[in-house]
C-alpha cells in the first residue's frame, strides 16, 4: 500500500501542470516584494518582522505553500465527492458571518478568532465554484435542455452573492458575476453577454455625455439612441439573416434622419426622443409585418432586444440617481472622468494614478517609490498595491505583471479544455473567471478605469483570505488536471 | 464525454480578456511614459506635501468683544530621509542652542514613544514655538540645512485673564487623540478642556495641503502644476460665549482667597452668564513653550485650579435645598399654603434637627423666609411615611421629582467633565439599611439638603432659574452662537418638571419674603426686587460652607445666580453678599455708592484662612 502510495505522489508531482505552477510561484514572489516595498520603513527593514505586514505575508505565503502541497497530495475524487456538502457548510457560514461578525468600517465580513481574522466570503468562491462543476456533471446535464437547468445553475450562483450583500461587501459579491462567463462557455446564448457588453456602453454612454444637447436631449441619450438603431438594422443582416427588410429599414431610417435633420436647418425642431421612439416602432412594427415563419423565433428577439434596449436606456438616469448610493455615484463619476473630486472620491485614484505615472519607463527602482512611501496612496498594500509596482518598476514592471496574469488566465483556459469531464472543466471557468474579474476590476481601478470596487489583487494585495482562496482555487484545479493523465496509467 | 458544440466559445473568452489586458497596457503606457504631467516628475525625488493650517476659530463674549485670539507661531521641521550632512554648529547659533540641547531635541523626535508618528519620510518636528527674531534668521539660512523647514501654526491669545475654565486651551495631539480621529498627525494641535475641547471640531476647521517639488537635494522648486491640486485650508468658526466677560471677571475678583464658585444664567435662555470657579489660573499660562511646565504645576497645587467647581464640584446643597422639597409637597398636596408645622428650635420627633429662633407654629412661605428647618423636615416625614404607601415607593417618587428638576444627572452643559451630583434612590437606601425597613427619619437629614445628596453649582443655579421662570428650564450653555452653523438643539428645547405654575408661584414669594425679612436681607437691592435663599451647609472638613441662590428681578427675572464658597460659614456672610453684588452688577452696570462697603468687604476677605481646613 504504502510503496503504491508513493508512487501515486511522485506521479502528482511530475504529472502536474508546472507552467502554471511556475505562473503562481511568479505572481505570488512579486506579491511579496511588492508589499515589503509598500509598507517598508528604514527603521524596521527587517523583512521577516512578523509585526510589519511583510513579515505577515510571508507568514501567510508559507502556509499557503503548504496548502497547496496538502491539496495536491489529497485524492481528487474528494472535491467532486463533496462538493456539495463543501458548498452546504460554506453556506453556513456565511450566514452565521452576517450575525457574528463585528462591525468593521460599515461591512460584517470578517470573522474574528482572536488574532486572526478571517473573510469568509473569500471562500465562498471556490466552494461556489465546485458546486456549480459538480451541477454540470450531472449525467447527461445540459443547461438548454431545460429552463430549470438555468434556474439551478443560477440559484447556487445567487445564494452566495445575497448572503455576502447582506455582509454589505458588494465588491466580493460582485465577483460572482463573472461565472455569467462559466454559463456562457457551457452554452448560455451569446446573446446575454451581448446584451451586458451593450448594457454597459449604454449605461455609461448615457451617464458620461451630458452635453452638448442634439435635437434637444442630450447627446449620450442620442448616441444610445443611434446605437440602438444600428444595432437593430444589424441583426436583422446578421442574425436574421434578411438582406430585404434590413435594406427597407436602412433606407427608412436614413430618410427619417435627413428629414429631420432638414426640419431642423429650417427652425422646425423636433425632440429626439419623439423622433427616435416613432422610428424605432415604426421599425419594429414593420419587421413585425414582414416576419417569416421560419424565422420566428430571431425576429421576436431583435424586436425584443431592440424594445429592451429604450427601456433600459430611459432607467438609466432613475437607477444611477435614485438607485445607486452617493459614494457609489461618485466613483462611477470619477471613474467616466465626469468629475476630479480629488478631495473625496476621487483622492484614491488621483494619488494612485500620480504614483503610477510618476514611475515612468522602468520606474524609480525597488524601495525608491517615495509616493507610495509617503503614504499618499490610501491601502496601498492592499487593494491599491499595484500603484507600488507602478511606481517602483515603472511601465517594464507593472506590463510584466499584466502579461504574467495574461498568461496565467490563457494558459488556465488551455487546462479548461483539456479536461474529459464537465466537473473538471467547468470548475476550470470558474477559477479563471474570478481571476479575469479580479484582476481587471483591481487594476483598472487603480489606473482610473475602473469604478473603485474594493477587490484585492490576487496574489498581491496583503491579506491571508485572499491569497489562501486562490491558492485553494487553482491547486484544486491543478490536482484534478494532474488526474487526468493518472486515469491513464 | 467531450462536448465539442461550445469549445470554440473559449477563443471569445480568450479575445475579451487579451482585448481588456491590451487596454490596459496601453493606458499604462500613456499613463506612465506618455504623459507629461506624470513624466516631468519621474526623476524628481517627491513632492513635499506641507500641511497649511487653518486658523482655528476665534471666541467673542456675548457682548461681542474678543476673548481669545490667534497668533503666528513657528516650528522648525524636517524630513530625516532628506537630512544631509549640514553644519550642526551653525545650526546651533541660528536657533540659539547649545550642541547638547540640539542632541536632546533630536533625540526625542526619533523616540518612538515620545514621537509615535515617527517616519523618517514624513516632515517631523524638531522644535516648537520659534520666536519671530529666530525664525527670521533660520528662515535666511534655511538653504544650509537641507531637508529642514518651517511650518507656521498658530498659538492662542486671550485678551482677559479670566474664564479659562469655560475656554480651556489647545495642546499637541497625543497618540490616543491620532488613533481615535484619523484627521489628526502627530503634531497638530487640539481643544483640551473647556470650549476648545467641547467645541474642537468647530473650531479646528479643516487643514489645507500645499504641493510643491523637490529636486534631488531636497530644494524646493515651487508648487507643483502650479498649485492646482493644492487645497486650501477652511478656516474654524467663530464662537459667540454667552458669557459675559465683565460680569466674569468681576465674579472671579469677589472670589479672590475663597474656594468655590459662582454660576448665575439667564433664566429666559439658559445661556450661562459667569461661571466663575476659584482658585482659577491665567489661560496664558498654558500657551508656548512654558505650557508643559506651568501644566505640572497646576496639576500639583494643592488648591485644584484645574477643577471646575462649577460644574465638577458636587456639594450638600444645604439649605438651597428647601425649595424644591417645598415643591413636591405641594404637588404631591403633602401640604398647603396653610399648612403649619410645629418648630420648638427643631424638629423634635424621636431625633432633633437643630433650627432657629422664629415663631412657630409656622407656615411655607415663612418657612423659606426663615429657612425653618423643622418644616421640612415634617414635610418630608409626612410624605414618605404617608399611610397606605411604602416609604420605598414614596422616596422614589420624591427622587424623580428631583431628577426632573435638574438634580441626580449631568445637566449636559457644553463643557467637558461635568458631575451629576448625588441623588439617592430607595435601591440606595434599601442597600445601606439592608432591606426596606427604614423611614423617613432614618434619611430626613436629606429634606434639608444635607445627608446624602449632593449637587454641583450649576445644577443650584438651574433650579434658580426654573423658579425664576415658575416652572421650566433650558439646558445651561455657555455658546450661543457658532459662526454659519447653529448650536445644538438640545439647548433649545424647554424642560418643564411636573408640577404646577401656582407652586413655584408660592416658592418665589417666599423667596422674595426671605430678601425683605429673613434670611437674605444683605440682597435688598435698591430699586431691583430680589428673591433668594441662603444656604449653610454642614461638612466633615471645616467651617460650614456658604452659599445662597438667588434671581432678580422677582417679575421677569433677567439673572437667576448660585454662589457656593467652600468653608466660609453662615450662607449670609459671604453667599448673599457675593450673590446680590453678582445681580446689582449685572443689572445696574455698577454698584451703588450705599453698597461699596459690601463689595470692598468681599473683595478684601480671605475665608482659606479662616476655613479651619486644615488639609487641602
Redesign the interface.
Given at each position: 500500500m504504502e510503496l503504491q502510495n508513493t508512487e501515486k505522489d511522485i506521479s502528482v508531482f511530475r504529472a502536474v501542470d508546472w507552467i502554471t505552477i511556475v505562473l503562481y510561484v511568479i505572481l505570488v514572489s512579486a506579491g511579496a516584494v511588492s508589499i515589503y516595498a509598500a509598507s517598508y520603513?528604514?527603521?524596521h527593514a527587517n523583512i521577516f518582522d512578523f509585526n510589519e505586514f511583510s513579515g505577515k505575508q510571508f507568514l501567510w505565503i508559507g502556509l499557503s505553500l503548504v496548502i497547496g502541497c496538502v491539496i495536491l497530495l489529497l485524492d481528487y475524487r474528494i472535491w467532486e465527492t463533496y462538493a456539495y456538502l463543501i458548498y452546504g457548510i460554506v453556506i453556513l457560514v456565511l450566514i452565521a458571518t452576517i450575525f457574528l461578525a463585528p462591525d468593521i468600517k460599515g461591512s460584517r465580513s470578517w470573522l474574528v478568532f482572536g488574532p486572526v481574522s478571517l473573510q469568509p466570503a473569500e471562500f465562498g468562491k471556490f466552494a461556489t465554484a465546485l458546486a456549480l462543476a459538480k451541477l454540470f456533471n450531472s449525467y447527461n446535464f445540459s443547461l438548454n435542455a431545460k429552463i430549470s437547468n438555468y434556474f439551478r445553475a443560477l440559484i447556487i450562483i445567487f445564494l452566495p452573492i445575497s448572503l455576502i450583500l447582506m455582509q454589505r461587501e458588494t465588491g466580493s459579491a460582485l465577483v460572482y458575476i463573472s461565472l455569467i462567463?462559466v454559463l456562457?462557455?457551457?452554452?448560455m446564448s451569446?446573446l446575454v453577454?451581448f446584451s451586458v457588453v451593450c448594457a454597459v456602453t449604454y449605461f455609461v454612454v448615457a451617464v458620461k455625455f451630458v452635453e452638448p444637447l442634439i435635437l434637444g436631449i442630450p447627446a449620450g441619450e442620442f448616441s444610445v439612441f443611434v446605437m440602438v438603431c444600428v444595432i437593430f438594422i444589424m441583426m436583422l443582416l446578421f442574425y436574421c439573416k434578411d438582406i430585404f427588410v434590413a435594406r427597407n429599414v436602412i433606407i427608412g431610417y436614413l430618410g427619417a434622419g435627413i428629414l429631420v435633420t432638414v426640419l431642423d436647418l429650417c427652425g422646425i425642431h423636433i425632440n429626439g426622443t419623439v423622433f427616435f421612439l416613432v422610428i424605432i416602432l415604426g421599425g419594429l412594427i414593420y419587421v413585425a409585418l414582414m416576419m417569416f415563419h421560419h424565422h420566428l423565433q430571431k425576429y421576436l428577439v431583435t424586436i425584443a432586444f431592440a424594445l429592451v434596449s429604450v427601456g433600459f436606456l430611459f432607467s438609466v438616469n432613475y437607477v444611477f440617481g435614485n438607485v445607486l448610493e452617493p459614494h457609489q455615484q461618485g466613483r462611477i463619476k470619477v471613474a467616466l472622468g465626469i468629475e476630479e473630486d480629488?478631495?473625496g472620491a476621487g483622492y484614491n485614484v488621483?494619488q494612485s494614478?500620480?504614483a503610477?505615472?510618476?514611475?515612468?519607463?522602468t520606474g524609480?527602482g525597488f524601495l525608491n517609490g517615495?509616493?507610495t512611501?509617503?503614504?499618499?496612496v490610501p491601502e496601498q498594500h492592499t487593494d491599491f498595491i499595484f500603484c507600488t509596482i507602478?511606481e517602483e518598476e515603472?511601465?517594464a514592471g507593472?506590463?510584466a505583471v499584466?502579461?504574467v496574469?495574461?498568461a496565467l488566465?490563457?494558459r488556465l483556459?488551455e487546462i479548461?479544455?483539456r479536461q474529459?469531464t464537465?466537473f473538471g472543466r467547468v470548475y476550470a471557468?470558474c477559477v479563471?473567471s474570478y481571476l479575469?474579474f479580479h484582476v481587471?476590476i483591481n487594476?483598472?481601478m487603480v489606473?482610473?478605469?475602473c469604478p473603485v470596487i474594493g477587490i484585492p489583487l490576487p496574489f498581491f494585495s496583503y491579506g491571508g483570505s485572499a491569497l489562501w482562496s486562490f491558492t485553494i482555487l487553482l491547486f484544486i484545479l491543478l490536482r484534478i488536471d494532474a488526474a487526468r493523465k493518472e486515469r491513464r496509467d | 464525454m467531450?462536448?465539442y458544440?461550445?469549445?470554440k466559445?473559449?477563443y471569445?473568452?480568450?479575445g475579451?480578456?487579451?482585448t481588456?489586458?491590451m487596454?490596459?497596457?496601453i493606458?499604462?503606457?500613456s499613463?506612465?511614459?506618455g504623459?507629461d504631467?506624470?513624466?516631468e516628475?519621474?526623476?524628481?525625488?517627491?513632492?513635499l506635501?506641507r500641511v497649511i493650517y487653518p486658523a482655528r476659530g476665534l471666541v467673542y463674549d456675548r457682548e461681542g468683544r474678543l476673548v481669545v485670539f490667534n497668533q503666528p507661531a513657528y516650528d522648525v521641521m524636517l524630513i530625516p530621509?532628506d537630512v544631509g550632512r549640514f553644519d550642526t554648529l551653525a545650526l546651533c547659533k541660528v536657533l540659539g542652542l547649545d550642541k547638547a540641547e540640539l542632541e536632546e531635541k533630536w533625540k526625542e523626535m526619533k523616540n518612538p514613544r515620545k514621537n509615535p508618528g515617527?517616519?523618517?519620510?514624513?516632515p517631523q518636528k524638531l522644535i516648537s514655538h520659534l520666536s519671530q527674531e529666530d525664525y527670521g534668521r533660520l528662515q535666511e539660512k534655511l538653504y544650509m540645512f537641507p531637508g529642514f523647514f518651517v511650518q507656521k501654526r498658530t498659538v492662542r491669545q486671550y485678551a482677559y485673564n479670566a474664564a479659562s475654565n469655560v475656554l480651556g486651551n489647545i495642546r499637541e495631539v497625543s497618540a490616543a487623540d491620532v488613533e481615535r480621529d484619523r484627521y489628526y498627525r502627530s503634531g497638530d494641535y487640539t481643544g483640551d478642556l473647556g470650549i476648545e475641547k467641547s467645541y474642537e471640531k468647530a473650531l479646528r476647521g479643516e487643514k489645507g495641503v500645499e504641493i510643491l517639488m523637490k529636486d534631488a537635494y531636497g530644494r524646493i522648486k515651487g508648487s507643483y502644476e502650479e498649485g492646482i491640486?493644492d487645497?486650501a485650508p477652511v478656516s474654524g468658526k467663530n464662537l459667540t460665549l454667552s458669557i459675559d466677560m465683565e460680569l466674569q471677571q468681576y465674579g472671579e475678583q469677589l472670589m479672590r482667597n475663597k474656594i468655590g464658585a459662582i454660576v448665575a444664567i439667564e433664566p429666559a435662555t439658559g445661556e450661562v452668564l459667569c461661571l466663575v470657579t476659584s482658585p482659577g489660573y491665567d489661560p496664558s499660562l498654558l500657551v508656548g513653550r512654558e505650557r508643559g511646565k506651568n501644566y505640572a504645576a497646576l496639576v500639583r497645587d494643592p488648591y485644584k485650579p484645574l477643577y471646575d467647581r462649577a460644574i465638577q464640584g458636587a456639594y450638600p446643597p444645604g439649605s438651597t435645598f428647601k425649595p424644591t422639597q417645598g415643591l413636591i409637597f405641594l404637588q404631591e398636596g403633602v401640604v398647603s399654603l396653610s399648612t403649619m408645622y410645629p418648630c420648638y428650635h427643631g424638629y423634635i420627633n424621636g431625633l432633633r434637627v437643630g433650627c432657629h429662633g422664629h415663631g412657630s407654629p409656622i407656615a411655607l412661605k415663612p418657612a423659606l423666609q426663615t429657612s425653618c428647618n423643622a418644616y421640612f423636615c415634617w414635610g418630608f416625614k409626612n410624605m414618605i411615611d404617608k399611610r397606605g404607601t411604602k416609604a420605598g415607593d414614596q422616596f422614589e417618587k420624591w427622587k424623580n421629582y428631583l431628577v426632573e428638576m435638574g438634580y441626580g444627572y449631568k445637566l449636559g452643559i457644553d463643557l467637558p467633565g461635568e458631575s451629576r451630583g448625588f441623588i439617592p434612590n430607595t435601591e440606595f437606601y434599601n442597600k445601606s439599611y439592608r432591606g426596606s425597613n427604614w423611614s423617613a427619619n432614618s434619611v430626613i437629614s436629606v429634606s434639608i439638603g444635607q445627608g446624602e445628596v449632593l449637587a454641583t453649582p450649576l445644577q443650584i443655579a438651574n433650579l434658580c432659574a426654573t423658579i425664576a421662570n415658575r416652572g421650566h428650564y433650558f439646558t445651561p450653555h455657555v455658546v450661543k452662537e457658532i459662526s454659519d452653523s447653529t448650536i445644538d438643539a438640545k439647548y433649545r428645547e424647554r424642560h418643564t418638571p411636573h408640577i404646577r405654575r401656582a407652586h413655584y408661584e408660592a416658592i418665589a414669594e417666599g423667596m422674595r419674603m426671605a430678601v425683605t425679612g429673613g434670611t437674605c436681607r444683605t440682597a435688598n437691592l435698591p430699586g431691583i426686587e430680589v428673591c433668594g435663599k441662603t444656604g449653610t451647609a454642614q461638612n466633615p472638613h471645616g467651617k460650614d460652607h456658604s452659599a445662597f441662590m438667588g434671581f432678580a428681578p422677582y417679575h421677569n427675572p433677567k439673572i437667576a445666580v448660585c454662589v457656593y464658597v467652600e468653608n466660609a460659614g453662615f450662607g449670609a456672610t459671604f453667599g448673599v453678599p457675593i450673590g446680590s453684588l453678582i445681580m446689582e452688577k449685572y443689572l445696574t452696570g455698577s454698584i451703588s455708592d450705599a453698597r461699596k462697603g459690601i463689595e470692598e468687604r468681599m473683595l478684601n476677605s480671605n475665608t482659606i484662612l479662616t476655613s479651619g481646613v486644615t488639609k487641602h
Open positions: 520603513d528604514s527603521d462567463f456562457y462557455r457551457e452554452g451569446g453577454l480629488l478631495r488621483n494614478k500620480i503610477i505615472g510618476s514611475g515612468g519607463l524609480k517615495t509616493q512611501k509617503l503614504k499618499y507602478g515603472g511601465f507593472s506590463a499584466l502579461v496574469f495574461l488566465i490563457l483556459i479548461a479544455e474529459r464537465p471557468y479563471l479575469i481587471c487594476i483598472g489606473i482610473g478605469l | 467531450k462536448d458544440s461550445y469549445a466559445r473559449k471569445v473568452i480568450a475579451f480578456i487579451t481588456i489586458v487596454i490596459y497596457l493606458r499604462l503606457f499613463l506612465q511614459v504623459d504631467k506624470y513624466k516628475n519621474a526623476d524628481s525625488n517627491a513632492f506635501r530621509k515617527y517616519s523618517a519620510y514624513t491640486h487645497v
